[in-house]
């Protein structure tokens, strides 16, 4: 009966934060006609015919030769800018060198960060929208910029690509706003976090508080890490529900995580938001 209590006592203090998620459908739009880069920067009005008299004048040679240098240049910086834009169909696509496989099955759900970091980087030199003049072509340039920052704040985070990979690929969406009840936190789990909840509550003001803390960060810290190895491997072998559970407990350790690193001397509680 005093567990009960305790539950409900818990979950009444759970505040569940739905911020909005936009749907990262694929967006081939940059690759259609109309987008192009390379055409959009070979659009120039056609100059007009010389007469036949103007055509008889002797024409300043330098400006001639410069001006098709300057050409011949920009048309081959945007062709080579063309040929290295990512593919947008998901997340993985456009890190193809990193990951060329794709998602789970077909790769193992960990990423080396440090390869995706350097193909990241080397993405953004490409498409940086201050190698565009303002216009059409800076304003497709940013939106492209900003998608490869999303992607990659994605897959660089376990929790974040877990749930894109349950969202995108399997059409399970933990952070909707009937995830409270449709994707509860097992009884297992939500025992734990109370009794975190209730050494913090303990704990208090006293000397032995911050040891405590510290403590309990570590021990918080290893649960993450025993979460993300499950969550992965259970994409790896197929398991989409238990990638599922163990999804909803790793955003529950986040929230822990968060709330031991924001403690201060003298609170009683951590405020856990899922």
Same mark, same amino acid.
């Given at each position: ?41 070979? &659009?120039?009005?056609?100059?007009? $015919?010389?007469? $036949? ?12 030769? !410069? ?12 062709? =080579? ?24 099955? %077909?790769?193992?759900? =960990?990423?080396?960060? +440090?390869? #995706?970091?350097?193909?990241?980087? $080397? ?54 706003? =009937?995830?409270?009840?449709?994707? %509860?936190? =097992?009884?297992?789990? #939500? ?13 208090? %003001?006293?000397?032995?508080?911050? !040891? ?15 979460? *993300?190895? &499950?969550? +992965?491997?259970?994409?790896?072998? +197929?398991?989409?529900?238990? !990638?599922? $559970?163990?999804?909803?407990?790793? &955003?529950?350790?986040?929230?822990? +995580?968060?709330? #031991? ?11 856990? *938001?899922?």
């Amino acid at each position: 009966m005093a567990t009960s209590f305790r539950s409900q006592r818990l979950v009444q203090r759970l505040s569940f934060s739905t911020a909005p998620r936009s749907r990262t459908e694929a967006r081939r739009s940059f690759f259609s006609a109309d987008a192009c880069l390379l055409c959009q920067l070979r &659009r120039q009005p056609e100059p007009a $015919r010389p007469t $036949r008299w103007a055509s008889q004048q002797p024409q300043p040679p330098h400006r001639r030769y !410069a001006s098709t240098s300057s050409a011949t240049a920009n048309t081959e910086t945007t062709s =080579d800018q063309n040929r290295n834009l990512p593919d947008l169909t998901n997340y993985y696509t456009i890190f193809r060198e990193t990951l060329p496989a794709g998602p789970p099955p %077909a790769s193992p759900f =960990d990423i080396p960060l +440090g390869e #995706l970091k350097r193909e990241f980087l $080397r993405l953004q030199n490409v498409i940086h929208p201050d190698k565009y003049p303002p216009g059409p072509a800076k304003q497709r340039a940013e939106a492209l910029s900003a998608r490869i920052n999303e992607a990659y704040r994605t897959l660089a985070d376990p929790l974040q690509r877990a749930q894109y990979l349950l969202r995108e690929m399997h059409g399970i969406d933990v952070t909707a706003e =009937d995830g409270a009840s449709e994707h %509860a936190l =097992d009884p297992v789990t #939500l025992m734990e976090v109370m009794e975190v909840q209730e050494t913090i509550e303990e704990v208090g %003001a006293g000397p032995e508080a911050e !040891a405590t803390i510290a403590a309990l960060k570590k021990e918080n810290d290893a649960r993450v890490a025993g979460c *993300v190895k &499950r969550l +992965g491997e259970a994409f790896e072998r +197929g398991d989409i529900e238990a !990638a599922r $559970r163990e999804c909803v407990r790793l &955003r529950f350790w986040y929230s822990v +995580g968060e709330g #031991l690193r924001e403690w201060e001397p003298g609170h009683t509680e951590i405020r856990l *938001v899922h």
